[in-house]
């Protein structure tokens, strides 16, 4: 018989996340994920009583761990607006991570398009904590991975070096007054990709950001924010993905029961429109946010940040 080559794959496998432990209501699932691979997505699918339903219905919040160091920190309903964000309506009980963002290959003209992917060679855990909602009655998750065994590097020598161009995720809360409020306490340790927002009542009016005295970013009203980034693709309600209307005049359109309900970002600043990380904001000294609020509530910034390692 002739010998059978065992060749090694180069290209992206997929396949099941085995030993999500502790899916119980109320509590702490968790998962230790292999190391010494590269992922480049993660997908968990959440029934309750063996029926699809909202992932944020089943876990509300998802934390991941490398080495024990908090790399995301974000709540569900954050992780679906992120997707409609870019244009991706999940699947009903679907709660995709993306790492290497499959909306973005396309934006990425000078750079690979993997270049977010998480590389875990070498690295000792990457755990990944879901909270498990404790209205939920039999919840269950499963999951998928996609991976390859490549490295991040920027050459084929032996002295090449690991290039990490991970993105974290982390939100941040304040008490806002009906009027402009100023925040400087968000972190600037790291290149800032983008600051995501929501309020928990009435709307965000105006946004100005000031990068150590320069002015950065500044919108007089909402719908200049949403016209600034509505034209790289982002979206911020439903019309940026239906633009057209019956004859007899506008409607809201029933999403399929097979899809999550679309939910979107009160405001933004999103510094790589064009998906080139090296366009991150960086900043020496202080980073100064003026949010208008027109109700006093509390506005929350989820914040992507690109630490170039897997730091906090």
């Given at each position: 018989?002739?010998?059978?080559?065992?060749?090694?794959?180069?290209?992206?496998?997929?396949?099941?996340?085995?030993?999500?432990?502790?899916v119980a209501?109320?509590?702490?699932?968790?998962?230790?994920m292999p190391?010494?691979?590269?992922?480049?997505?993660?997908?968990?699918?959440?029934?309750?009583?063996?029926?699809?339903?909202?992932?944020?219905?089943?876990?509300?919040?998802?934390?991941?761990?490398?080495?024990?160091?908090v790399i995301?920190?974000?709540?569900?309903?954050?992780?679906?607006?992120?997707?409609?964000?870019?244009?991706?309506?999940?699947?009903?009980?679907?709660?995709?991570?993306?790492?290497?963002?499959?909306?973005?290959?396309?934006?990425?003209?000078?750079?690979?398009?993997?270049?977010?992917?998480?590389?875990?060679?070498?690295?000792?855990?990457?755990?990944?904590?879901?909270?498990?909602?404790?209205?939920?009655?039999?919840?269950?998750?499963?999951?998928?991975?996609?991976?390859?065994?490549?490295?991040?590097?920027?050459?084929?020598?032996?002295?090449?070096?690991?290039?990490?161009?991970?993105?974290?995720?982390?939100?941040?809360?304040?008490?806002?007054?009906?009027?402009?409020?100023?925040?400087?306490?968000?972190?600037?340790?790291?290149?800032?990709?983008?600051?995501?927002?929501?309020?928990?009542?009435?709307?965000?009016?105006?946004?100005?950001?000031?990068?150590?005295?320069?002015?950065?970013?500044?919108?007089?009203?909402?719908?200049?924010?949403?016209?600034?980034?509505?034209?790289?693709?982002?979206?911020?309600?439903?019309?940026?993905?239906?633009?057209?209307?019956?004859?007899?005049?506008?409607?809201?359109?029933?999403?399929?029961?097979?899809?999550?309900?679309?939910?979107?970002?009160?405001?933004?600043?999103?510094?790589?429109?064009?998906?080139?990380?090296?366009?991150?904001?960086?900043?020496?000294?202080?980073?100064?946010?003026?949010?208008?609020?027109?109700?006093?509530?509390?506005?929350?910034?989820?914040?992507?940040?690109?630490?170039?390692?897997?730091?906090?």
């Open positions: 018989m002739p010998r059978l080559l065992q060749l090694r794959n180069k290209g992206r496998q997929v396949d099941q996340i085995n030993g999500i432990n502790g209501v109320g509590g702490t699932a968790s998962v230790n190391t010494n691979q590269r992922y480049h997505r993660l997908t968990f699918y959440c029934t309750d009583g063996g029926v699809a339903v909202a992932a944020a219905n089943v876990i509300t919040h998802v934390r991941l761990l490398v080495g024990g160091v995301r920190d974000i709540d569900t309903v954050d992780i679906m607006k992120l997707c409609n964000l870019n244009g991706y309506i999940p699947r009903l009980g679907e709660l995709p991570i993306f790492f290497t963002e499959p909306f973005l290959t396309g934006g990425q003209i000078n750079e690979p398009s993997d270049v977010t992917s998480w590389d875990m060679w070498g690295q000792t855990t990457f755990q990944v904590q879901l909270t498990i909602s404790g209205g939920a009655t039999t919840p269950a998750v499963t999951g998928w991975m996609e991976f390859d065994f490549a490295e991040n590097l920027d050459s084929d020598g032996p002295n090449a070096n690991r290039i990490l161009q991970i993105v974290s995720q982390k939100a941040f809360s304040y008490p806002t007054a009906a009027a402009q409020n100023t925040i400087t306490t968000q972190p600037i340790n790291f290149p800032i990709r983008r600051i995501l927002m929501k309020v928990a009542a009435g709307t965000i009016t105006q946004i100005q950001a000031k990068q150590d005295g320069n002015i950065i970013a500044n919108f007089q009203t909402l719908e200049q924010m949403k016209q600034c980034y509505r034209q790289y693709g982002f979206r911020f309600q439903q019309e940026d993905f239906i633009q057209f209307q019956n004859a007899t005049g506008p409607a809201p359109l029933a999403v399929y029961p097979t899809l999550e309900t679309p939910s979107y970002f009160s405001g933004a600043l999103i510094f790589d429109v064009d998906a080139r990380l090296w366009k991150d904001l960086k900043v020496a000294q202080n980073l100064i946010l003026y949010i208008t609020t027109s109700d006093a509530t509390t506005l929350t910034l989820i914040q992507e940040s690109v630490p170039n390692a897997y730091a906090s």
